[in-house]
């Protein structure tokens, strides 16, 4: 399906919800309108029965709210981007929603195989074509940054997901690489990276590009995985030959066990900020994943806290309500299957985020 995401078009999806999704759940990303709850697609089984799911969540989120769809190529081993592809045909052929509305992000850097990696890795890109990768490009047997090992997995990406252009597209917990080679390796390499996605821009395959972390900037800077926004900031304008890159996303874990996007980890000049504020100073979006924590909040709220956020309000619910209400993030990631639990964060996207006075007083009961 040809083109990405517009300001057009995301504005009309966000007219088609007004009777059932309130304004305040869209919030504005560059010249895009995005729901504040994304769908995810990282766990579950790699079977058929998954897929099904996978395609009927989709469906029934964009109906309800959710224009965000995020992914990664080695989620359930590429299963999950073709029944994303799956659900965006449906999509697109019924006419429920239009290419335009949609924001398809997905992600890099992790080998998509499920059965001895490395061989499969050496089999494709070292020695099945003519790629110039070596196996020192691949890092703990299951990561490479190698320019040409990006851009073939976009294009695969891209085939996957029966998709010419993607939104967002991420390099996948980059910070890995750094737990085995040295930090001037590891600029050189996501220079390069950058620069094949800089590339990618201008071929019209992605629109923007981004970095989806884990550790990398939550964790302290003494940290040997963390990484300075300002530096991957230069390292993008450099790829970018001194001119106005596409840079513009970031992703990180943000929970209410997982705070850690609140603190000020990261360098701003002469002070330390928290990497919200960093992002919003450099003109990047900040999307939260682990939103909820992989349920594992759900019954680990504090009564006062549950309270609060909401006595009609699942656990589930309310630790979503929490993360999509945090200002500074543009969206929060939420991954959805069972059809109970697509109808549990539906019926969140129908009422509006907490306010910025709501959201503080809860963020000191949250301690």
């Not at 990303?29 to 969540?57: C, F, H, N």
């Not at 002469?270 to 919200?276: A, F, N, R, T, W």
Request: with cysteine; glycine share 10%; aromatic share 8%.
């Amino acid at each position: 399906m040809q083109g990405c995401a517009t300001s057009e078009g995301t504005k009309r999806y966000c007219g088609r919800l007004s009777g059932s999704v309130p304004a305040e759940h869209f919030c504005k990303v560059g010249d895009l309108e995005i729901g504040s709850i994304g769908m995810g697609t990282y766990l579950g089984q790699a079977d058929d029965k998954t897929d099904a799911l996978v395609v009927e969540a989709l469906v029934a989120a964009v109906a309800g709210g959710v224009n965000l769809i995020d992914t990664a190529i080695n989620y359930r081993y590429q299963r999950a981007e073709r029944a994303v592809g799956k659900a965006l045909g449906r999509l697109f052929d019924s006419g429920d929603a239009a290419r335009d509305e949609l924001v398809i992000c997905t992600k890099g850097g992790y080998l998509p195989c499920r059965d001895d990696p490395a061989a499969w890795f050496e089999h494709e890109y070292i020695k099945g074509k003519n790629f110039d990768i070596k196996k020192t490009d691949l890092v703990g047997g299951s990561h490479c940054l190698h320019p040409a090992y990006i851009y073939d997995q976009l294009e695969r990406s891209l085939s996957n997901l029966g998709l010419e252009c993607l939104d967002v597209y991420y390099l996948h917990n980059p910070e890995t690489q750094l737990g085995y080679v040295g930090a001037a390796v590891f600029r050189e390499r996501l220079l390069r990276a950058f620069e094949v996605l800089e590339a990618a821009v201008s071929q019209g395959k992605i629109s923007h590009y981004g970095l989806a972390t884990w550790n990398a900037f939550r964790s302290i800077q003494t940290d040997p995985g963390h990484l300075e926004l300002a530096d991957c900031k230069a390292l993008a304008r450099e790829a970018a030959g001194g001119r106005d890159d596409h840079l513009h996303f970031l992703q990180l874990p943000f929970n209410l066990a997982m705070p850690e996007a609140l603190l000020a980890t990261q360098r701003s000049g002469d002070e330390q900020v928290p990497i919200l504020e960093a992002g919003r100073q450099m003109g990047i979006d900040v999307v939260a994943s682990a939103s909820i924590y992989q349920a594992q909040l759900i019954g680990q709220i504090p009564s006062a806290l549950a309270a609060a956020l909401g006595d009609d309000l699942s656990d589930a619910q309310r630790a979503l309500q929490f993360t999509r209400s945090t200002p500074g993030f543009a969206c929060a990631l939420v991954g959805m299957k069972q059809p109970a639990h697509v109808t549990e964060n539906l019926a969140l996207a129908a009422r509006s985020p907490l306010d910025s006075g709501s959201f503080l007083e809860i963020l000191g009961k949250a301690g």
